[in-house]
């Protein structure tokens, strides 16, 4: 009889219940789980995850003071095609107040404009009282994209190197805090982001047809580029160049450069906010290692 009860019992919990695996698989907690996949990621990500999370709340009390304070801020982001200046602004922009800070990208200029004193479109977008304006590219495409690419003569051009010292020293007299940098990319390195956008549909629109031409056109830039740093590199308004082959690094150094040179409220320690070296570069440094290759523009640093 008690063998029977035992079997009895036995066959109510498998007749009437379900399997442990079963029931385990209807605890919504379990059920949670198994939805659940394993993803590993590099220290180096998370690092870089952690650096810029906390960059970017210094941002956020930089912007409060520059509201407070009504200060003017105006950051220009210059360098080859797939240098990696729209990346970092993305990442300076992410959190701030939209309110106070603007990302300035001009389509080609308008016939209108082009009848303009050549800054004049320009001007139009420097900041209010407790702005910041972040230029995605600016007035120096004068200086490099319109004399390679013949949008503008050699005569425009050398007057928008004579006159950009001019134009920007009586911006930042007239009391804007100025921010130049310059994005430096290896042409192996832009090769390997042209042939990712080509064939990434979600960046496909940031190829065009002046992109295609930028590797052929190589050494032209270099020159360019040196001219442009030699003419407009002043002690009032200097460049700085970011090495930007590593875009991470890039972003979170030119974030650093742009902290650590401002003063603000509740800031951290300045040590923290530190560049590296490697990846910062005052425009005068540059302008002398591409004098060592004047006549081997091919080893120009991008």
Known sequence: MTENKSKSKLSTKVTDGKSTKDTLSENPTNKRKQNRVTVQ???KTLKYNETLHKLQIELLKLQNHVKAKGLRIVMLFEGRDAAG???TIKRITEYINPRGARVVALEKPSDQERTQWYFQRYTAHLPMEGEIVLFDRSWYNRAMVEPVMGFCNDEQNKRFLKYAPMFERMIVKEGIILFKFYFSVSKKEQLKRFESRQHDPLKQYKISPVDLQAQ???NHYSIRKFEMLTETNRTLTP???VRSDNKKSARINCIKHILYNLDYKEKIRKSELKPDPNFIISGIDEISLM???LMDPDNFPG
Do not use: A, N
């Open 239 to 241: 460049w700085t160049i």
């Open 41 to 43: 990621v590099k220290k």
């Open 216 to 218: 052929e056109l190589w």
């Open 291 to 293: 004098e060592k290759y």
């Open 85 to 87: 200046k729209g990346g």
